[in-house]
């Protein structure tokens, strides 16, 4: 068990050129590489006998297919302030970060990882436990109704993967850590 304010968590998600990341609780790109890599990042654990957690936005939450969620092989959050939302059983509900990583230091946890929407990515780019921040980023303008906020003064680059292609859509992984 992990005391909940030491924990440190990290974002992961994925911008166009003008940090969109969403359109109609969608996204509005299909890039199949891209879900590979989010799969893999957010649930590689070391120890076996634990998993990673990934914290997300009611309205993240219900932009997954039902049949796709929880999100297997990792402890599913999902932030919301109603105390009566209908929550699948399997998947955990908190009414905030700090409560939800709260209810994690219970159990044997070994990543923590912040997935969207925007509204939680707003919150979390300010919160003093974030750490890294994965971001794929798309080498293209969508049409989106939802951003991820403006982190270049709050963040440094650490890294830059090779680019990758994904039925025509250019895309590469970038990692940042969170200035202190
Ligand atoms: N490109 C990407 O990497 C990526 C990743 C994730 C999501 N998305 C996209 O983002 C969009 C959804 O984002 P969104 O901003 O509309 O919604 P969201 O952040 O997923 O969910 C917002 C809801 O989460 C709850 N919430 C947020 N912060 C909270 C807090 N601190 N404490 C308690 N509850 C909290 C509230 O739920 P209640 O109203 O129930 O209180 C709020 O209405 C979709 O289009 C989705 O596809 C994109």
């Known amino acids: 068990m992990a005391n909940a304010l030491d924990v440190k968590f990290d974002l992961v998600v994925a911008c166009d050129l003008n940090r969109g990341i969403g359109k109609e609780n969608g996204l509005p ?4 590489g891209d879900m590979k890599h989010f799969r893999e990042l957010t649930s590689a654990v070391e120890d076996r006998q634990k998993r990673n957690a990934v914290l997300m936005g009611r309205k ?11 999100l297997p092989n990792r402890v599913n959050v999902v932030l919301t302030r109603n105390g009566a939302y209908d929550l699948d059983p399997q998947a955990i509900a908190a009414e905030s970060i700090d409560a939800a990583m709260e209810k994690l230091s219970q159990l044997e946890i070994e990543k923590y990882f912040i997935i969207g929407g925007a509204h939680l990515y707003e919150q979390a780019v300010h919160h003093p436990s974030c750490n890294f921040l994965y971001l794929t980023e798309i080498d293209e303008k969508f049409q989106c109704d939802v ?11 650490i890294s830059t993967s090779k680019t990758f292609d ?7 992984y970038k990692k940042y850590q969170r200035n202190k």
């Open 166 to 172: 994904d039925n025509g859509i250019r895309y590469c």
């Open 147 to 157: 951003f991820f906020p403006s982190f270049e003064a709050l963040f440094t680059l």
């Open 60 to 70: 993240t939450w219900e932009s997954i297919p039902p049949k796709f969620r929880p």
């Open 29 to 32: 790109w299909r890039l199949p």
